[in-house]
């Protein structure tokens, strides 16, 4: 089974850039990888996902200012965020499959 370990999460001004990585143990080729966020007391939601062709797709509330992309030889997917708002404060978990990353804490200051 593989596993999945995300990073670069951090504490950032709005307006501000971060890159989330996740990083998998095994290939992660021919695989979808999805992204997902969860802030205190709210349930986990959809963030984007890059298909196993490589195609991305993102929810609403991010479009046109993340960006997903992947490396098949470090087997790692990048999640590029830019013009970060407070309300994108959140643990940021990967997902490829069937499982989770252990997450990344995601902090916008206003």
């Known amino acids: 089974q593989v596993q999945l370990v995300e990073s670069g999460g951090g504490l950032v001004q709005a307006g501000g850039s971060l890159r989330l990585s996740c990083a998998a143990s095994?290939?992660?080729?021919?695989?979808?990888t999805d992204w997902y966020r969860q802030a205190p007391g709210k349930q986990r939601v959809f963030v984007a996902e890059?298909?196993?062709?490589?195609?991305?797709t993102y929810a609403d509330f991010v479009k046109g200012r993340f960006t997903l992309s992947r490396d098949n030889a470090k087997n790692t997917v990048y999640l590029q965020m830019n013009s970060l708002k407070p309300e994108d404060s959140a643990v940021y978990y990967c997902r490829t499959q069937g499982t989770w990353g252990q997450g990344t804490q995601v902090t916008v200051s206003s």
């Open positions: 890059i298909s196993s062709g490589g195609i991305p």
């Open positions: 095994g290939s992660i080729f021919g695989f979808s």
